[in-house]
């Protein structure tokens, strides 16, 4: 992990992030409507991320180029004390590291920092590593999606308390 960095998305990041995204979301088939990766966000995660209660981070490797992304936001359409993990994705050469899951603790503490008492997330039952970094981090499943998120396409759904 000496690599690598974890900090806050800059300005700068856009066009790589946008490109993590899309790379990883076309990897496992996930395009189209009902996918984050038609999200109007993608282009602009800097921006989109700028208010208080939200916080984007990249991963970058020593080179300084982004290989992973990973964020939170209020549930939009959710209670006001749940959170969504948001565009959690690495490139390949950024996976089995440890990147996710120190990833995931800073984006959960971050959020628990901010008020939030809970974190949802949507992802796909094909994403089996993720949906193990989930469970392991202490995810619940859920039978059903939260909120309004408008990715009718995900068919994963996990909760945990903060």
């Known amino acids: 992990m000496s690599n690598f960095t974890i900090r806050s998305i800059h300005q700068k990041?856009?066009?790589?992030?946008?490109?993590?995204?899309?790379?990883?979301?076309?990897?496992?088939?996930?395009?189209?409507?009902?996918?984050?990766?038609?999200d109007p966000e993608v282009d602009q995660m800097y921006e989109a991320y700028q208010e208080s209660q939200s916080e984007m981070y990249v991963v970058v490797g020593k080179e300084g180029k982004v290989l992973g992304c990973g964020g939170f936001a209020p549930l939009i359409g959710g209670d006001a004390d749940t959170c969504e993990l948001r565009k959690m994705y690495f490139l390949p050469e950024a996976r089995g590291k440890g990147l996710g899951r120190k990833m995931l603790e800073m984006a959960l503490m971050g959020a628990k920092e901010r008020g939030f008492k809970k974190c949802y997330l949507e992802t796909l039952e094909h994403m089996t590593a993720a949906r193990k970094l989930y469970e392991k981090a202490g995810f619940l499943p859920l039978t059903c999606p939260m909120g309004n998120t408008g990715h009718g396409g995900c068919d994963s759904y996990y909760l945990i308390g903060l």
């Open 13 to 38: 990041d856009n066009a790589e992030v946008a490109n993590v995204i899309r790379t990883v979301m076309t990897s496992f088939g996930a395009v189209g409507e009902g996918f984050s990766i038609e």
